[in-house]
C-alpha cells in the first residue's frame, strides 16, 4: 500500500495499546464481569490486525518474533492440559476449583485454575486468527 | 497418581517426547532410550506376579465423564498381567533387536513413536475395565499398525498391506463396538467386571445374541481369523521387528485376549463353544495349509501365525464348555483347554518371536527371504542356524521344547471334548481331533521346510546379494534370550503355570477351582503321544515327497480367495462412490447451499408440522418496543440490499451492517458478552474479507435462467420461514423443565459472577476445549491450502 497512511499509522500507534490493554483487562475481569478468553483473545487478536493493516506484516513481523502458529498450539496444548491436569488430584477431567489468597499488592483475591483453560483459549484465538490473517495476507 | 494408569500413559508420553529428545542426543542411538521404557514396565510388571498370583487383583480409577459411567478404569488381574508382561517383555527384546536392524536412512524417531505408540495401546487394551476406554485403545492399535506396517510408505505393497490391515480390523472394531454398546444397553454398565457379575440374568435378552457375534467379529478380525485372514500376509510388509512384535506376539492376540474376557460373559452357551471353535479350527487348518505352499519365509511364518492363532481360538472355544458344567469335575476337565490356551499364547510368543527375528538376520544379511534362493545356509549362520531349530522344532510341537507341552495340552482339549455332553458334539466331536492333529501334520512339514530349505542342502551363493555371515551381537541377543525361554519352559514350566497361567486362569474362569493342573513333560503312552508320533512319521514322509504332492494347491482355482473378494469389492465400492459423488458434487457453491437448506427444511420443517410440534403462542410474550421494531426493519432492508449489490465491498459492507445490528440486539437484551464477542468478530471478518478481496476474480453476477432463480427463491423463503417458525415454538414449549436453575448458584459452585463465563469454562468446559480445538484445526487448514500450493509438496515416491 503505497498510499499516504500517515494518519492510520500515527492513530494505531496509540489505538493499538488501547485494544490491547481492554483485551488484556477482559480476559482478567472475565470470571465475574463480561469478558473471558474468548473475546480478551479477539480483541488481542484485533489489535495485531490493526497493526499488520496499517503497517507492512514485514515490519510487524521484526517487532513482533511471534510464531502464531505454535502459539496457537501452545494455547489447545494449554486447555488440554489444564483438563488434564486436576485427574492427577483425583478430580474429573475438566473439573476446575477455585480459591481466595491474600497476595502482597492486591489484598485479598480470588485466583481460578479456570483462568488457564482461559488462557489457553485466548491463545488459540490470538494464534489461529493472526495466522490467518498473515498467510492471506503474505501471498503473492 | 495410580500406578497402573501411569503405566499405560508411560509410553505416550514418551511418544511425546522422542522428537524433542532426538535432536539432543547426538550421535546416540535413540533407541537405546526407547528400551528403557519397556524395560522399566516389564520390572513393574514383574513385581506385581506374587501378589497377583496369590489371587490379589487391582483395580484403579480416575473418572473421566463419570455422568456416563465411562471412567477410566485399570484393572490388573491375572489375564492382564500375562498379557501385559507379554507386551512390556517382547516390547524389550524388539527394540534391542531393531535397534541392529534399522538402516541409518530409516527414520528412528518415526519409528520409535509408532512404536511406543502401539506398546501404550495395546497396555491399554489389556488392563482398561471399561468397554469404551478398551475399544478407544483397541483402534489405536489398529492406527498405530497401520502407520508400522506403511513404515515403508514409498513402497507401493506397504501402502496396500496397511490399508488392509486398517480397513479390516477397523471395520470388525465397529462391529465390536456396536456389540459394547448392545451389552450396556441390557446391563447399564460400561465395566467389564460388573458385566460379568450380572449378565446371568440377561442371557435371555433379545440382544445378547447379537452382542455377542458383533464382539466375536471384533475379536476374529483382530486376531486374523478365517475369512479375515487376509490381511496378515500383507502386514508383513512391514519391518521384521514390526512383525516380529505385532503381528505375532502382541496385537494379533488382543483378540484372543478379548475372547478370553469374554469368556464369563457369553461362554457356556451352545453359540459361543460353536463359533469359537469351528473359526478357530478352519483358521488352524486354513493357516497352515496355506503356510505349506509359501516361497517367502516371512510370509512362510504370516500363515503360520494365523494357524496358531486359529489354534488358541478354538482353545478359548472349547474351554468355554466349562462354564456350562459350572464348578464340579466336568468343569475341571473342560476348563483345562483354558489353561493349555493360555499356555500355547505364551510358547507362540516365543517361538514365534525367535523365528521372526531369525527370518530378520537372514534378510539383513543375505538380501532375501525367498526360500528358492536360500539353502546351505548353516555353514555361514550357524548360530541364527541354531535359533531356527530351537524356534520350528518348537513350533512343530517336538520334545524338549516348549510348544510340545501346549501341544500336547491341546490335543487333551480336543481328546476331551470328543465326549462331551452337551451342545450336541456327539454327532460331529470326532472332527475337532482329526481336524487338528491334520493340521498339526501340516504345522510340522513346514516347520521343517523353515529350516531344512533355509539352512541345508547346496548354498546358492551367485544367487544371494552379498556373502552371507554371522550378525553382529546384538542383532543375536533378543533371539537368544527367547531360544532360552523356550528350553526353559520346557524343563520347568510349572513356575510359568502356577505363577502366571493359573491366576490368568482363574481371571477367565473364577468359579471353577482346582481346574489348573501340573504340566508334565511325560504323560505316558497315551492318546496324545501316539498323536505326536503319527505327526513325526507322517509329515516326514509328507516333507520328504513335497514335490510329488505340491500340485493339490494347485487345484485351488486363481481366482477363489478372500484377497480377490477383497480387491473386488474396494474396486466396486471406490467406483460406486466415484459415479455416487460425481452426481452431486458439481462444484458449484450455489448447489451445495441447495442440498444444506432443503434438506433442512424438509428433516426440521418436516418433523415440525409431521410431529405435531408446532405450537405458537405469542400471549406470554414481552412487547416489542420500538427501537427493536426499528432495528428489524434496518436488518431486513439490508439484507435484500444484498441481494441487488453491484459490488463485493457493498455487500461486504451490507452484510456488517446485518452482524452490526445483531450486536445491537444483544445490547438490548442485555447481555455484554455476546454483543462485545459479536463485535469484535464482524470487525475482524470484515477486515478478512476486504483482504481476501485482493486475490479474488472479479465480481460477475451470474445470470440464470428464470426457473432456477425461482427455485432458489423459494428455497430461500422456506428455510428462513422454517427457522422462524422453530423459534416461535421453542418459545413456547415447555417439554422439559428449565435448566436456569442449574446456574443460578454458579458463584457458590464456581466462584465466578460471570454466569456465561461460568457457563463456558466451568458447566460446558469440554465444548469450549474442542471448539478451541476445531478452531485451531480451521486455521491449520487455512494456512497450508495457502502456503502449501498443489504440487510442490507432492513426493515422487507417491507414484511408484
Known sequence: ?140 | MHLLILAIFIPFIATALIPLIHKRIGSLHIGWLVLLVPLTLFVVFVIQIPAVANGETFIQTVDWIPSLGINFTAYLDGLSLIMALLITGMGSLVVLYSIYYLSSSDSFPHFYAYLLLFMGAMLGVVLSDNLLVLYIFWELTSISSFLLIAFWYHRKNSRYGAQKSLLITVFGGFGMLAGFLMLHSMTGTFSIRETIAVIGQYTDYALFYPAMFLVLLGAFTKSAQFPFHIWLPDAMEAPTPVSAYLHSATMVKAGLYLVARFIPIFGGTAAWFWTVTIVGLVTLFWGAFCAVRQTDLKALLAYSTISQLGLIMSLFGLGSAALHFGDGERGALYGLAIFAALFHMVNHSTFKGALFMVVGIIDHQVGTRDIRRLGGLSAFLPITFTFAVIGSFSMAGLPFLNGFLSKEMFFTATVDAVSLPAFGVSTWGLLIPVIAWIASVFTFIYSMIFVFRTFFGTPQLKKLDRKPIEPSIGMLISPAILCILIVSLFFVPNLLGDYLLKPAMSGIIPGISGAAPQISAWHGFNTELFMTLGIIVVGTFLFLTFRSWHKIYLLQPAGWNFTVLYNSFLKDLKRVANWLTTRYMTGHLPTYFAYIFVFFIVTSGGALIFTGALSIDLTADSPISFYEGMLVVVMAIAAIAILFAKSRLTAILLNGVLGFSIAIFFVLFRAPDLALTQLVIETVTTALFLLCFHFLPEWTKEDSPKWIKVRNAMIAIGAGVTVTLIGLTVNSGTLFDSISGYFENSYELTGGDNIVNAILGDFRAFDTMLESLVLFIAGLGVYTLIRLKLGKGADKDEHQ
Open chain 1, 1 to 140: 500500500m503505497n498510499i499516504n497512511d500517515v494518519i492510520l499509522k500515527t492513530v494505531s500507534k496509540a489505538v493499538v495499546l488501547i485494544i490491547l490493554t481492554f483485551g488484556i483487562y477482559l480476559f482478567v475481569s472475565g470470571h465475574n464481569q463480561p469478558g473471558g478468553g474468548f473475546i480478551g483473545g479477539l480483541v488481542i487478536a484485533s489489535a495485531f490486525v490493526l497493526m499488520f493493516l496499517s503497517y507492512d506484516s514485514e515490519t510487524v513481523s521484526e517487532a513482533l518474533p511471534i510464531d502464531f502458529k505454535k502459539l496457537s498450539a501452545l494455547g489447545v496444548l494449554l486447555a488440554m492440559m489444564s483438563g488434564v491436569a486436576p485427574m492427577f488430584f483425583g478430580g474429573a477431567f475438566l473439573s476446575q476449583s477455585f480459591g481466595y489468597f491474600d497476595l502482597p499488592i492486591f489484598g485479598k483475591t480470588e485466583l481460578a485454575t479456570v483462568t488457564i483453560f482461559e488462557a489457553g483459549i485466548a491463545l488459540t484465538v490470538i494464534g489461529v486468527v493472526v495466522n490467518i490473517i498473515l498467510s492471506i495476507s503474505e501471498d503473492e
